[in-house]
């Protein structure tokens, strides 16, 4: 076990062997920053790589983290639509475009030392290659773009490492934790997988009505002999109807080759993997099934011996599912690049540890490494399971979580100097009446790149701010993002309200945390709620037997006694949780699937005992990946008295008069 004792002689902005200054607070700025950041950027270059490999794009986004740590030059534009475009323009800074940005390697290579060199047949070497990229003034490359851009290599990493994960990252943590900052932690996957061009899937079979309650599980037999090529088939699993997070559920899978049995295997065991072709968008749940929600999928490869002609597949499934088939690879792996260039910058260690099992355990360590708060940035492997254990594991060691693995250009992002509203949004206070009062809060605000792109999407849509809604987002935008928290500052209507997400200054499950520890968090939550305007809270707490815990009397005084929140949000999915803690008002979030008709129906039916004698509240709650603005507006124009909307502060003014 590395104690915390043993590293802290060197956080912090130091120098270290003459490899350069971690980044630190630029001069114009005041108050205290959680997170580094650079200086205001001058005259950007910048150009699309969204064509580009995930090879070039990690050689690129390196290249920026070391270019852009003295002052931010490098801005790349990535994907989901013209996003990065918009904020580039945002920032007014006089800009050149390259048209083609691989030039920069050449056109910056003074600027590097030269390359870490990676070792493709063990992806997490990536993840060792970048940190030493931040150590050495380095880029990442594999041996391709070495001889391609004639690079010297730094380091070559090929053969260094095999297939031991623990193995890898416990020399890392042992031999290059020491000389990194330890400001941060950084959790990215070293690979992902991308979709290949031009595949065409055939339709197996759908399920066309929204079933949520398993009564159309049953065994399934598809026959894909019509799929069969060169690699066999390829199956894949997705969700049906993608707005309402009840995707296809499998249990068992049985394949027979001209009617003998060729694979048969559940989810989650030692024979599946074998054909598991690509798993990442998917969970194994406590019954053994694998599943997956909206817009994901999981895939399976079955390759019979040559000269098979028939090829059935036989499951056990419910839920909404939609089968489809191909004879072709449909994805390839690439390397990870995003967030890399603030990873280097900052010369943070960066790793990929599942937080279960013995990974869990190493993963554990590093958390005990660094001190009470430091946040982890990036996220964790194993979808939402990964998740729920990933961030209880954090904060049993007092850290916080920055959702940041998407996050793009931070390096540039965090050097914008825009200003950032302390103050309050004025309250409309209303008299209280024999209502349902109702809220609509938007969630995903704690995720940074969430806030940076598909917040961005959401906030420009015309509808927006035609019905009251909270917009939960993270107050470390005010050090990682000024000018995108400034934008949704400066360009909300009256109906906007932006409120901290969960669950306060980085996501976490306040619950867990060390008794001594959790009032620091609390503060560090209250300093940057105040310094952004915020006194509501979107919050989660731990979960005992797979069900969320209500917050202590404790931790509802910690709110109370060190932020400026008046009004709690808890993740409560059943709506059925109204307390009060520490004198502060905590509600449940109700969350029933559908859009507006649907969840319309779903709010009369949960409201339908109340007796019209006192208000009654609702704190609905909105899915940030399915829902838009316009649907809230289409929701609320649905929701006729005895129900009415309000903005969050209202409603919370309401609730505490009334409690």
């Not at 130091?14 to 980044?23: A, Q, W």
């Not at 990442?140 to 095999?162: I, M, N, P, S, T």
């Not at 302390?422 to 409309?428: I, W």
């Not at 976490?508 to 105040?530: F, H, I, K, Q």
Request: with cysteine; aromatic share 10%; charged share 20%.
């Amino acid at each position: 076990m590395v104690s915390r004792r043993t590293f802290l002689a060197g956080s912090g902005a130091v120098t270290m062997g003459g490899l350069g200054l971690i980044p630190s607070l630029p001069a114009q700025a005041a108050g205290r920053r959680l997170l580094p950041v650079f200086e205001r950027p001058g005259h950007l270059h910048f150009g699309d790589v969204s064509t580009l490999t995930g090879n070039d794009q990690t050689l690129l986004t390196t290249l920026q983290g070391v270019v852009n740590r003295r002052r931010p030059e490098l801005y790349f534009l990535f994907r989901d639509g013209d996003v990065d475009a918009r904020w580039l323009a945002d920032t007014g800074l006089p800009r050149t475009r390259h048209a083609n940005p691989l030039d920069l390697v050449k056109e910056y290579a003074g600027r590097v030392r030269g390359a870490i060199v990676w070792d493709p047949e063990v992806p997490d070497s990536l993840n060792v290659a970048t940190t030493l990229a931040g150590l050495y003034d380095a880029v990442v490359a594999d041996a391709g773009q070495v001889a391609e851009h004639k690079l010297r290599v730094v380091q070559d990493l090929r053969g260094k490492f095999d297939d031991d994960r623990v193995k890898t990252y416990r020399w890392q943590l042992q031999n290059l934790f020491p000389r990194c900052s330890h400001r941060l932690l950084a959790g990215l996957p070293p690979t992902m997988v991308v979709d290949v061009a031009n595949v065409s899937w055939r339709e197996v079979a759908r399920e066309t009505r929204q079933i949520r309650d398993s009564s159309n599980r049953g065994s399934y037999t598809f026959d894909v002999s019509a799929d069969l090529g060169a690699d066999g088939v390829f199956v894949r699993f997705q969700d049906s109807f993608r707005d309402d997070g009840w995707g296809p559920s499998v249990a068992s899978v049985l394949v027979k080759a001209d009617r003998a049995e060729f694979a048969s295997f559940k989810p989650g065991d030692a024979a599946e993997a074998s054909y598991l072709f690509d798993g990442l968008n998917s969970s194994v749940g406590g019954e053994g099934n694998r599943f997956s929600d909206g817009s994901g999928y999981f895939i399976y490869q079955f390759k019979p011996p040559a000269g098979t002609t028939s090829l059935t597949v036989t499951v056990e499934m419910w839920n909404q599912y939609l089968v489809t088939a191909t004879d072709t690879a449909p994805t390839r792996v690439e390397p990870f690049p995003f967030f890399r260039d603030y990873v280097v910058a900052t010369k943070t260690m960066v790793s990929w540890l599942p937080p279960n099992g013995p990974t869990g355990e190493l993963l554990s360590e590093i958390f005990q490494a660094v001190e009470p708060t430091t946040p982890y940035a990036g996220w964790f492997s194993n979808d939402v399971a990964g998740e729920w254990s990933g961030v209880d594991l954090a904060a049993q060691a007092g850290l916080e979580v920055l959702p940041a693995d998407f996050y793009m250009n931070g390096t540039v992002h965090s050097g914008v100097v825009a200003p950032i509203s302390s103050e309050v949004r004025p309250l409309k206070r209303v008299a209280a009446e024999k209502k349902i009062y109702v809220t609509m809060t938007i969630g995903e605000g704690d995720n940074v790149q969430y806030c940076q792109r598909r917040m961005r999407q959401l906030w420009d849509d015309p509808r927006r701010g035609d019905a009251p809604a909270n917009w939960t987002v993270s107050p470390l935008l005010a050090d990682i993002g000024p000018g995108l928290l400034s934008h949704y500052q400066r360009t909300a209507t009256a109906n906007d309200l932006l409120i901290c997400g969960p669950s306060g200054a980085g996501y976490t499950y306040p619950g867990a945390w060390p008794a001594a520890d959790v009032d620091a968090y609390m503060r560090l939550s209250g300093e940057y709620m105040r310094r952004t305007g915020m006194d509501l809270v979107y919050a989660y707490n731990h979960r005992e037997n797979d069900k969320w815990v209500p917050f202590s009397e404790a931790i509802g005084k910690a709110y109370a006694t060190y932020t400026p929140v008046k009004g709690i949000v808890q993740s409560w999915e059943a709506g059925d949780l109204l307390v009060k803690r520490g004198g502060l008002p905590v509600i449940g979030n109700f969350s029933p699937p559908g859009k507006a008709v649907e969840y319309k129906d779903a709010l009369v039916r949960h409201t339908a005992g109340w007796d019209g004698s006192a208000p009654l509240f609702v704190a609905a709650a909105i899915n940030a990946w399915s829902w838009t603005p316009t649907d809230i507006a289409e929701l609320a124009e649905l929701l006729k008295a005895p129900l009415e909307v309000v903005r969050g502060d209202t409603f919370f003014d309401l609730l505490r008069r009334t409690l």
